[in-house]
């Protein structure tokens, strides 16, 4: 290509309305053009499960386990991506991650779309990481938080195809679910029921090995004693959580 024909395009945010844009599971390239094209060009918020989060010019609200199912990825491989991403020599993106989302900030966002200037990277991650101190503080962990009971139902069957799937999430698996997501500040985290869910994996007890046909359930999981007794290794031959 030609020196003179090395210029740049705007790419049209309606282009994934295209039936081609979700034809196949996205590659490296095209979930990074993915994140740009879902970028906020301008501050705005969302809501995720009842609660507000404000977004700066440059951030995308998703959660891995969101992008998983966008991209028809692993959620360890839209880990895996985004952690390179994070890590590259010439850091595209800053996360941070809370019990609700993940907050996907592009560095240097304003290059992408016209205005960028000589020292936009050093400026945008520190204005980025100066917020994110800012609001840290409110972010909400514990008996302050809402339940992902949909993402949580989620882990326990991709981490557990081999236990009785969950047709109805009824009040009582709600109201135990909820109360074991508000055990400690650990255990509002989708990443530790991640941990957990495939912790029960390792247990053929719980699995229903040699039982005559019982295996644990969601209902069973969650339900106070139990949770307790999984957690402290007493099904398993290896040392507790």
Not at 37 to 49: D, E, F, Q, S, W
Not at 112 to 130: E, F, I, L, V
Not at 151 to 176: A, G, M
């Amino acid at each position: 290509m030609a020196t003179e024909d090395k210029g740049w395009i705007k790419l049209w945010r309606q282009a994934e309305d295209d039936p081609l844009y979700f034809a196949e599971p996205f590659t490296r390239y095209h979930a990074w053009i993915d994140l740009l094209l879902m970028a906020n060009h301008k501050p705005g918020v969302i809501y995720k499960r009842g609660i507000r989060l404000n977004l700066d010019r440059g951030d995308v609200g998703m959660s891995e386990l969101e992008l998983s199912k966008r991209w028809r990825w692993s959620r360890g491989k839209v880990r895996r991506f985004l952690s390179e991403m994070e890590s590259e020599k010439e850091q595209k993106i800053v996360q941070q991650k809370s019990n609700l989302t993940t907050c996907i900030h592009i560095v240097n966002y304003g290059k992408y779309q016209g205005n960028g200037t000589p020292d936009g990277h050093q400026t945008d991650t520190r204005r980025y990481r100066n917020k994110n101190e800012k609001n840290e503080k409110k972010i909400p962990i514990g008996e302050n938080s809402s339940c992902p009971y949909e993402e949580i139902v989620s882990l326990y069957h991709e981490c557990l195809p081999e236990l009785p799937q969950i047709v109805k999430l009824t009040d009582t698996r709600k109201k135990q679910v909820q109360a074991r997501w508000n055990e400690s500040e650990k255990t509002c985290h989708l990443e530790w029921w991640e941990g957990f869910f495939k912790y029960i994996k390792k247990s053929p007890f719980l699995k229903g090995e040699n039982n005559r046909g019982w295996k644990a359930d969601l209902e069973w999981i969650t339900k106070a004693s139990n949770f307790v007794k999984i957690v402290e290794g007493q099904y398993h031959a290896l040392r507790p959580m």
